[in-house]
């Protein structure tokens, strides 16, 4: 593998927006780390294809085992990664998964499941790259959030907060690492066509809802409005690359796309004003700052 590419680590790429962002990155110059779990067991079929489509474009595609919500595995892969590139330049934390329901009906094993994926499988992933990335002065985390992360959808509740905790972790990590020349960011999708829908469980407790009436009809009310307004997901994958491209210190923390939860944009334009007010006042701005530069990190 030649190192003179930029190295992308990618999660969750069994289908998706993972796969999308393997295609896009392969095919605009980078050397791609395609990473999910079970890679010889339940995601096999999707391996295969992937190498497949490698090997027919003569794509530089490699893909490696990694379960985001297992220590050993995630940092397995990374160091793999790490002696077969040499490098990484960019982390796509894309893994998650979505449960859709009354919150009363979401047990608390399903609690700890989704947020063991969306949440700590992202700090899992940033812990085990990030040490390459101060080494070389260099570095993105890409977090692929949702709108969800921004406004709450009844029935999306525990979908919702996973969402919120993984903004709060990328914005921590923006602030932390500006003077390391490392970026965190968070693209924020609205409802797209992509392989989620038909993986949504949900509460595994429905006998918690036989009080609640008129509201139980929520879920499946939204699912089907959701999937009406579902967008083409490829401008998703775009989008990622146009913010990989961009030079460190000229990227936005948050990258808003696609309908749904009208008002994100304004929320996202008011915390930004929050924010530079909090670290103002706690006198931390400057520390804060990133140094703009004139040549991309990846």
Do not use: W
């Not at 096999?44 to 893909?63: G, M, P, T, Y």
């Not at 608390?108 to 499988?121: A, H, P, S």
């Not at 406004?151 to 990328?170: D, L, N, Q, R």
């Not at 915390?271 to 931390?284: E, N, S």
Request: aromatic share 8%; with cysteine.
């Amino acid at each position: 593998m030649s190192t003179q590419k930029p190295v992308v680590l990618i999660t969750g790429t069994s289908s998706g927006f993972g796969r999308l962002f393997v295609e896009k990155f392969a095919r605009n110059g980078y050397s791609v780390f395609a990473t999910m779990r079970g890679v010889n067991g339940k995601n096999v079929k999707s391996a295969e294809n992937l190498r497949a489509f490698a090997a027919q474009d003569s794509l530089d595609i490699q893909v490696e085992e990694m379960d985001v919500t297992d220590d050993e595995s995630v940092n397995k892969c990374v160091a793999n990664v790490l002696s077969k590139a040499g490098r990484l330049d960019v982390a796509i934390n894309n893994a998650g998964f979505a449960y859709v329901d009354l919150m009363e009906a979401i047990t608390l094993d399903q609690t700890k499941k989704i947020f063991d994926t969306n949440v700590f499988g992202v700090q899992r992933v940033a812990r085990a790259v990030l040490p390459q990335m101060h080494k070389q002065g260099s570095g993105l985390l890409l977090q692929v959030s949702s709108g969800a992360g921004r406004v709450v959808f009844p029935s999306f509740g525990i979908y919702c907060a996973s969402k919120y905790a993984m903004e709060a972790v990328t914005e921590a990590y923006r602030y932390e690492l500006a003077g390391s020349g490392i970026d965190s960011v968070s693209l924020e999708p609205g409802a797209y066509k992509t392989e989620i829908f038909g993986k949504i469980d949900r509460g595994d407790d429905p006998g918690r809802l036989a009080s609640y009436g008129a509201i139980k009809a929520v879920p499946d009310k939204l699912g089907e409005a959701l999937t009406t307004s579902a967008g083409d997901p490829k401008e998703v994958a775009d989008l990622a690359l146009e913010i990989v491209r961009t030079p460190f210190g000229k990227r936005q923390l948050r990258y808003r796309i696609g309908s749904g939860g009208p008002g994100v944009v304004e929320i996202n334009k008011l915390t930004d004003q929050v924010q530079a007010q909090l670290l103002q006042a706690f006198g931390l701005a400057e520390l804060t700052k990133q140094a703009s530069s004139s040549s991309a990190t990846a």
